[in-house]
């Protein structure tokens, strides 16, 4: 064979990533330091109350300020969009606040001022009055509360399963999922061991490290929005809902971001710019502090009642599950969030009786929507904690016992959605052997303890889903790939350009990736909930095959051998007679689905895939201080086959690392609906100190039929079996269980001195 | 923050006469809380006078059995100093703690202990060991110094020049930080000195205290059974989103026992 054709696999190469030179030397291109003629920038006035009306806002001191362009409340933005309410599932939240305020943060009114540090003062000086309402902040208390945060449901008509909730009152739920199988009560009444305990989750914040950004340019019949977003295609859709525009007058286009984590998903001040800059017919750009990333978006808290039988020989035959979703005070994609994830509340478990009930609450704190795992954390916290508590309880060793009720291919899933590509075992055999689970372990001695444990959870893909690529090849080979997925750092743009070289049979080094610009960029609903590699791959997949065909083809016509870049080039040579012309490729994929019926919660297709994560922790605990180390953390996931082997290592650690900060030190901590602590001098978020003493991460050997190149989505995995891993190995090392996150040295210490029968009191 | 003027004498004697001369102006130094609370506008001085590089501030010296550190010698050079290292392991290993290298570069003893943080490190040192505080006016004893949460015997346009600590025979601090800020959660500093046992404790109170029971039940007994025997009344302690005032009283005197262990276990009395 001649050596010139046997070219080198993209996939499953660890390209370097494209933009990595840029980053470490600065060049990249972030939103924040663009830089517009006659620019305004604005500043925030917040709600100090949890909720009430609004009597008055007094101005005219913020106004009184030299430099100060205008003061906009949600009064002016009315005046422009007459019912200017927005959010993915509900509109239900307002550019400003209207009429009233829901939560401590809320923004009330905008300064805007040529000069930031003068938008700030200014703001500093508005006050208003307010009529007082009670309020409610717990999700247990809140769902059945006489307090209601909104009068009336108002639900967007983007998801038919929230049409029912059109115009209801007198409640706070915004979204109830039910799934029923078979019959949970009559097992309970039968079974030889029934379980049942109630778990909890704190809010946290995702602290992107670049805060959000936004900045509108209007133009002469349209607008141009520069932001930091994951979805830019739905940020167009938005706000030309708002503004009653058609879609093609509304640009939308990112840079860089600075992390996501789900945060940028949907709208969220992008609305806000683009009303100011509107009124002011100037460009406005806002950058938020850190501290009022707080106030934007979080993570739900939940409360999760869970409640097994058990058999003799220690399988799982029922399982009831009662999820409290705290969403705050606007839905944003809170009701996804208990939806998507809900449905997975019974874990990796073949388990033939089914009840779940799992509600998205409004409370009047801070809003809660998607967040790196997108739910998923938060219940694996519970059915994993739940899962060892049963097994210690049952003298099973855990392993054991989870792969005694393990999901395996095959299996119907409570849904009734058969598993497929899903290597549950494989996960808990691989997590196993590298922790060494069947040989002695040092347990430690005096007030150093040790223990180990592990967790597997499970995901499901947010669906249907539609994702758009485009390839342009030029007429030296090289290409450009024109698509919507946003690189935040999760490195996506080298991964799809490596697709579009495997396809055309080029090098990944000769495909470069355009950032989302929403004029050139075709559709994509979003980069979220790990669909890209699945969704986007799959339509750059055939993008780039519907490029190579024409290729082909051409290749054909003017008598060349296609092989790589260069007879690419000889072909375009020889039609157009110079180097010119490009080649186009399109393609699109919609993932299959069929939706939950409304009733049973069931369905034959509930994803398109499966997502599957497990962690093993070995740890030391301090028992004089409740001090935890990390001494090694061990993630195994199933994400198909890795495109790019490094990236998905630093996908596993990063999601992992993020729940670790998440499962021992992470809080938004309120008092009366006021946060405490919204800065990172007292909100602490792992650095380099705070990493485990080891870190291993594998990805399976595996393959999705259903994915492009047999890959899959793996941005959260590395999430799901952190907390409970963690959880489980404090109980092996102190024999203390843990029911509330986060595991603070204070939460620990308090359960060492309730063991001994000494309760540390308050 | 507000506007201000920015000032930089070239003398100790000029410093001072700016102080004397605008009543709203503050010393700068290395400025880690100074500079936040001005971006929180939470002050409004009308000049900032910058001592940090006045050489009257500055030094690091053993004399006549004391080590004298100057006010504005930064904590990275505590935690560094062959002098320190050498007379006083202790010391240097408390500045090695000090919130983050970002904190030990900029921020300044003087600065620490003449803000006297209720969780800032230095005062327990200075505390425990007895420590002078020198002014361009006068000498201040520890004991005198130190008078509740961000309050000292400082008055108006007075500036610490350096800090006086008797070297002990034996010393050691041992610290939980907060895992965000770096700051004192509790922190316990425990020195013999001239055959007086002296014990501080700082984050756990409204301000740095001593914390008497341990020095007397160490003067009987140099051992950390002494402290692990003592009942520590939570009434009194800090509570807050941090800590509630019991694991506080927990830490105290677990930290307590961990410093003399490290005295107890180490000739050269290093940290915990």
Known sequence: MDAKVIKEEQIGRSVPRMEGAAKVTGRAEYIHNIRLPGVLHGKMFRSRIAHGRIVSIDTSAARAVAGVHSVVTGEDIQRLIAEPYYGPAFHDQPVLALHKVRYVGEPVAVVLATDPHVAEYAAGLITAQYEELPAVFNEVEAATSPIHVHDELKPAITFPDLKHLKGKRGTNIALDYKLRRGDVEAQFASAAHVFEHEFHTQHIMHTPFEPFVALAEPMDDSITIHTSTQMPAYVRLEIARLLGWPENKVKVRTAWLGGGFGAKVYVKIEPMVVALALLARRPVKMSLTMEEQFYVIGKHATTFRIKSAVTADGRISARKCEVFWNGGAYADIGPRVSQKSGFTSTGPYRIEHAQIDSAEIYTNLPPAGAFRGFGIPQLVWAYESHTDIIARALNIDPLEFRRRNILREGDEHPTGTAMRDAEFEEVLVRISARMGWDQPFDRGTGTKRRGRGIAIGVKASIAPTTSFALVNVSADGSAVLFCNTIDMGQGSNTSMAQLVAQVLGTSSERVRVTQADTDVTPFDMGTLGSRSMFHMGHAVRLAAEHAREQLEALCAETGIEYQDEHSIAQAFRKKFGMQAGNIFGVGHYTSRYQPADHDTGMSKEITPFWMIGGTGIELEVDTETGHVTILRMVNVVDAGRAVNPRVVDTQISGAALMQMGATLSEEMVFNEGELTNPSLAFYKIPGMRDMPVAIENEALEAETRSGPFGAKGVGESGTFGVSPAIANAIDDAIGVRLYSLPLTPEAIYRGICAARGEPLVD | ?272
């Open chain 2, 1 to 272: 923050m507000y506007e201000f003027s920015y000032v930089k004498p070239a003398s100790l004697d000029e410093a001072a006469q700016l102080l004397a001369n605008h009543d709203d102006a503050k010393p700068l130094s290395g400025g880690m809380t100074l500079i936040p609370t001005l971006k929180q506008r939470l002050a409004q001085p009308s000049h900032l006078i910058d001592i940090a590089a006045l050489t009257e501030l500055r030094g690091i010296e053993v004399t006549a059995g004391q080590l004298i550190i100057g006010a504005a010698t930064r904590h990275i050079e505590v935690a560094t100093s062959m002098t320190v290292r050498t007379a006083l392991p202790a010391l240097a290993a408390l500045a090695s703690t000090i919130g983050d290298p970002q904190v030990r570069n900029r921020g300044t003893l003087g600065g620490s202990v003449a803000n006297n943080d209720p969780n800032a490190d230095y005062p327990a040192a200075v505390l425990a060991l007895g420590a002078t505080v020198h002014t361009q006016r006068r000498a201040i004893a520890a004991d005198d110094f130190f008078q509740g949460v961000f309050t000292t015997a400082i008055e108006e346009g007075e500036l610490i020049t350096r800090i006086a600590f008797p070297l002990p025979t034996r010393a050691a601090y041992a610290k939980f930080p907060h895992p965000a800020s770096g700051f004192a959660m509790t922190g316990v500093f425990v020195a013999e000195t001239g055959g007086r046992v002296r014990v501080a404790v700082t984050g756990a109170g409204p301000g740095v205290f001593r914390w008497r029971e341990a020095e007397a039940a160490l003067a009987d007994r140099f051992a950390a059974e002494s402290i692990e025997a003592l009942v520590v009344d939570p009434s009194g302690l800090n509570a807050d989103i941090h800590a509630p005032a019991e694991y506080r009283a927990n830490l105290m005197k677990v930290l307590a026992s961990r410093a003399l262990r490290a005295i107890l276990n180490s000739s050269e009395g290093a940290v915990a």
